[in-house]
């Protein structure tokens, strides 16, 4: 027998009542508000959710739960509306268009109401006072419930400078405080914190969000649309939702794919239903990101250009461990030489928006699309972009001051990083007025942030043009002996150069082991020596002062132990003494410990390292240490 076709539904809007599963809580909760006279009720979830599918299905589960038959359900598409023709931002031509939509779904007296709404761009009053009572006069004095899709396409017009009269919002506002038979449910792509200057027009009003499935809703979305035709073993069902999370969209692409999947291996001797196991559910992983695709592209389109960064970052830091101190994928990008600071905020709102969970990628096929579609790599050079045009203006602005007053260039730029911490144009041009005015510190920071950026984006130009004002920032450490500081910056710039940094950074090793030898920190130096031996192994001078250190810590313990060695006779000889006669013992050790130790260590050779102090004791001799090669 032919294999019957595909009956999952990707991307399209669901009307039919039999496709459609779960998402009854969010109906009981619409239902509840409505009987409770509530006239705006705001539906928000994520962008490919399933909004459009709940507001289709909304006619239809409400009637079977609406104790009465009182309300008619219109809806209206807001994407639908064209905001690049000026015309259609007043308040007037929105509640035209409208109007026009509502007309649409009547049957009868469309004459009078289509002459109502074409007159309404030129008097707003028409809406309320003539076009409403006659919708409801038809209706047969029903209450009408006005569904708004995308309505959250309004969000850039509002920001504009209405005058109130044309604000459309407070329009609506006070159209609901008199018209006690109109009921508005718009449904928005967005957190209604997200919404700018809408979140006011829903103060007070419940907000449902419509989210994820459970896992019971998602099961009968995976079996019941195909049940005779493929049977889902326990472990696949697993797998797809460990996939999906529940994400109707998700969950559709991926029983799209498992059922061509079917279709291609099916042989018409075979019987069905077809057997599905975790093993086809892995298999098609990348089929079903390429059937999601467009949807994906969309959910990508919805983010701030940060949030987009931290969710790459987070999809790429999904196994590093969680620290309590910092998110992974905060901590991913501030290696990165990104100032994470300011992205605290935007990493909130993606938690808030259910994009993270506890700093994880909610949905795990978002998180392997995001692995695939937006590497870190390639997404994380936009982040120069954020408020590109007032940068320009004040780089050009310092720029021009560099030439004759240093402090008020670097004021500028200052203030150019404090607008985007992560434009590296303006973190380099910072880092070299530090360096003009000698703030080494503040310098190698920016320095340190733009080569890590670089390195990660694998711009070697780029990578390269710090090298130079890196040296320079290690040579004036090393100049002032901070040798540590020093060294630290040319272990960056063996990164980037080693031939170039090569003769500064063994020079500044050199001198740091001359300043440990004298200190006697023979550990410390004995690692400085083999790390100018892991840089140059043919150094000689680092293999001369290893043997001279060898030397000088073999000496430093014989001297140690013969101190030791000499106080224990004189110990021994004043407890033995003392028993016999306290004074004899006094006058007689003391004659005998001079003469003693006096002929003891008139003998005595001292070792390379010391001299003869008054032809008697070894004491250090300084001034046979050398400076080195």
């Not at 409400?62 to 064209?82: A, E, G, H, M, P």
């Not at 035209?96 to 049957?107: C, D, F, Q, V």
């Amino acid at each position: 027998m032919p294999f019957p076709p595909n009956p999952y539904i990707v991307g399209k809007t669901i009307r039919d009542p039999n496709k459609f599963f779960g998402r009854e809580h969010e109906f009981s909760d619409i239902n509840d508000s409505l009987q409770n006279n509530e006239q705006l009720i705001l539906l928000y979830g994520q962008r490919r959710i399933g909004k459009s599918s709940v507001i289709a299905q909304i006619p239809e589960k409400l009637s079977q739960k609406l104790s009465t038959n009182d309300f008619v359900f219109i809806s209206f598409d807001f994407s639908s509306l064209d905001f690049n023709d000026e015309e259609n931002l007043s308040t007037q031509k929105i509640l035209s268009l409208i109007a026009i939509g509502i007309i649409e779904n009547l049957e009868t007296n469309k004459q009078v109401l289509s002459h109502l709404a074409e007159n309404i761009p030129t008097n707003i009053e028409i809406f309320s006072r003539e076009f409403l009572p006659t919708v409801y006069q038809q209706l047969g004095n029903k209450k009408l419930v006005l569904l708004w899709d995308e309505f959250d396409v309004l969000t850039e017009r509002d920001t504009e400078l209405d005058t109130y009269s044309n604000n459309f919002c407070n329009y609506i506002i006070q159209l609901l405080q008199k018209d006690n038979k109109l009921f508005i449910i718009p449904i928005a792509g967005r957190h209604i914190s997200k919404l700018g200057n809408l979140s006011s027009f829903f103060r007070g009003s419940p907000n449902i969000e419509i989210g994820l499935l459970n896992k019971e809703d998602t099961q009968k979305l995976i079996i019941q649309p195909d049940e005779n035709v493929l049977n889902y073993e326990e472990e696949a069902i697993e797998a797809i939702f460990q996939l999906s999370a529940g994400h109707p969209y998700f969950t559709q692409c991926i029983c799209y794919a498992i059922h061509n999947l079917a279709r291609d291996r099916h042989n018409p001797t075979n019987v069905l239903p077809q057997s599905i196991n975790g093993h086809d559910v892995k298999s098609i992983v990348d089929r079903a990101i390429g059937l999601a695709e467009g949807g994906l592209d969309w959910f990508w389109g919805g983010l701030t250009t940060e949030q987009q960064v931290i969710f790459t970052a987070a999809a790429e830091a999904q196994n590093i461990p969680i620290k309590e101190n910092e998110p992974p994928q905060l901590m991913l990008l501030r290696n990165h030489g990104i100032a994470i600071e300011y992205l605290k905020k935007p990493d909130k709102q993606l938690h808030e928006y259910g994009f993270l969970d506890n700093n994880r990628v909610k949905v795990e096929f978002v998180r392997r699309w995001l692995v695939k579609s937006h590497k870190l790599k390639d997404e994380i050079s936009n982040l120069e972009t954020v408020k590109q045009e007032n940068i320009n203006k004040l780089l050009s602005v310092a720029d021009d001051l560099r030439e004759h007053d240093d402090t008020q260039a670097v004021q500028t730029y200052e203030l150019a990083l404090k607008l985007n911490p992560n434009n590296f144009k303006t973190v380099t041009s910072l880092a070299d007025e530090y360096l003009k005015i000698q703030e080494l510190n503040e310098a190698y920071k920016l320095y340190e942030r733009a080569y890590h950026f670089y390195s990660f984006i694998g711009n070697i130009n780029k990578q390269q043009s710090v090298l130079q004002p890196l040296l320079t920032v290690a040579e004036k450490y090393s100049k002032a002996e901070n040798f540590e500081q020093a060294l630290e910056i040319y272990r960056l710039a063996d990164k980037i150069d080693r031939e170039t940094s090569k003769d500064g950074f063994l020079q500044t090793i050199e001198n740091y082991v001359h300043k440990l030898i004298i200190a006697r920190e023979w550990i410390k130096a004995t690692e400085q020596c083999k790390l100018g031996l892991q840089i140059d192994p043919n150094r000689i001078s680092f293999q001369q002062r290893l043997k001279e250190i060898q030397a000088l810590r073999s000496n430093t313990n014989l001297n140690v132990a013969a101190k030791s060695l000499n106080k224990k006779p004189s110990t021994i000889m004043l407890q033995w003494l003392n028993r016999i006669s306290r004074p004899i013992a006094s006058l007689g050790l003391a004659g005998v410990v001079v003469i003693g130790v006096g002929i003891s260590q008139g003998l005595r050779t001292c070792p390379p390292s010391e001299r003869k102090a008054f032809g008697v004791f070894c004491v250090a001799d300084n001034s046979r240490i050398s400076r080195g090669n």
